[in-house]
């Protein structure tokens, strides 16, 4: 269990940028890691990834708008969003977990999330 504290979000305009950061307690060198998006209603789904090895991954929507990057030195991940839509608009939480086979195993953390909105 690694604490996770999310910054970063707030209110943008429609086409404008933001940079989320997600900064953990201990060593995540070993883990997966990733930033989920909950809109007022909606289940939590995952919009980028990144992997021990820096495979990085995004949902279709946000692919070549959003960046996932992490600094292992430094204990933190991060996502910058540009061209942002008012879709985008959510909670955004961050998460990591073992790479491990079983899900059992991965022992998945989370932060308590930013909020982000963007206003057409």
């Known amino acids: 269990q690694v604490p996770l504290v999310e910054s970063g979000g707030g209110l943008v305009q429609a086409g404008g940028s933001l940079r989320l950061s997600c900064a953990a307690s201990?060593?995540?060198?070993?883990?997966?890691m990733g930033w989920y998006r909950q809109a007022p209603g909606k289940e939590r789904d995952m919009v980028a990834r990144?992997?021990?090895?820096?495979?990085?991954f995004y949902e279709p929507s946000v692919r070549g708008r959003f960046t996932i990057s992490r600094d292992n030195g430094a204990n933190m991940v991060y996502l910058q969003m540009n061209n942002l839509k008012p879709e985008d608009s959510g909670m955004y939480f961050c998460s990591g977990w073992r790479e491990e086979n079983t899900p059992e195993l991965r022992q998945q953390y989370w932060g308590q999330g930013t909020q982000v909105t963007v206003s057409s």
């Open positions: 201990g060593s995540i060198s070993s883990h997966s």
């Open positions: 990144i992997t021990a090895g820096r495979s990085a």
